[in-house]
């Protein structure tokens, strides 16, 4: 199966930093949805993006789907040390269905 | 609450014996999904389903099986023929049509 390219793999900062991690595909998805995983949890969802141009918020979270609809980004500003964890991108093709494809994540890392 | 439980949260087993692990959601979801996470690794599908009595092979179904005999329950069945079946399981379901993953806090695997 296809597989999103997610970068970077893993981010190591001081609390109060701002973050930013994207992916990008060599298909057009028509859903970008970005998640979260603690250690040893189901990934939690953050935000969904279903329409090119969107930008959405989640608290210190913006993400956005990009024009193109191969790309999105994830921003967290003011990272706290809440924020450790895995970031997951995941898209959806138009003819796909119900399967998502996901990233390979992002491993961040803050330290107080 | 509604949600998604897998159990057991931990699971050990002795190289060449089938294990099951369970799956059941209250959130009256059509679709139901079984992922594959290893260290360091993106989520990879192993099989899913849209309905009762059906369901699909994902990306990475050899050596799994599964069925789906009611609307809640999506049981995983990792058998002897899985070359390397020590991994984190993710359960998940989501309504049709594009509507985001949620996902179990998992179980995990180890066979010795």
């Known amino acids: 199966g296809q597989q999103l390219n997610q970068s970077p793999q893993s981010m190591f900062i001081q609390e109060g930093e701002d973050v930013s991690m994207n992916c990008t595909s060599s298909s057009i998805f028509n859903t970008w949805l970005w998640y979260k995983q603690d250690p040893g949890e189901g990934p939690v969802l953050l935000i969904a993006?279903?329409?090119?141009?969107e930008l959405t918020s989640n608290g210190r979270l913006t993400a956005q789907f990009g024009i193109t609809r191969k790309d999105s980004f994830l921003n967290i500003s003011a990272s706290i040390p809440s924020d450790v964890g895995i970031y997951f991108c995941a898209g959806q093709e138009e003819t796909s269905g119900s399967r998502l494809t996901f990233g390979e994540g992002t491993q961040l890392t803050v330290n107080p | 609450d509604g949600g998604i439980t897998q159990s057991p949260k931990y699971l050990f087993r002795k190289e060449g014996q089938n294990v099951t692990l369970s799956c059941e959601q209250n959130?009256?979801?059509?679709?139901m999904y079984w992922y594959r996470q290893d260290p360091g690794q993106g989520l990879r599908l192993i099989y899913y389903?849209?309905?009762?009595?059906?369901?699909q092979k994902g990306d990475i179904a050899e050596g799994y099986s599964v069925s789906r005999e009611k609307k809640e329950s999506f049981p995983l069945t990792v058998t002897s023929a899985q070359k390397n079946p020590t991994a984190f399981y993710l359960c998940a379901s989501s309504r049709l049509g594009g509507s985001p993953l949620h996902f179990g806090n998992g179980t995990r695997l180890t066979v010795t």
């Open positions: 959130l009256n979801h059509d679709a």
């Open positions: 389903s849209q309905i009762v009595n059906d369901f």
């Open positions: 993006l279903y329409k090119a141009g």
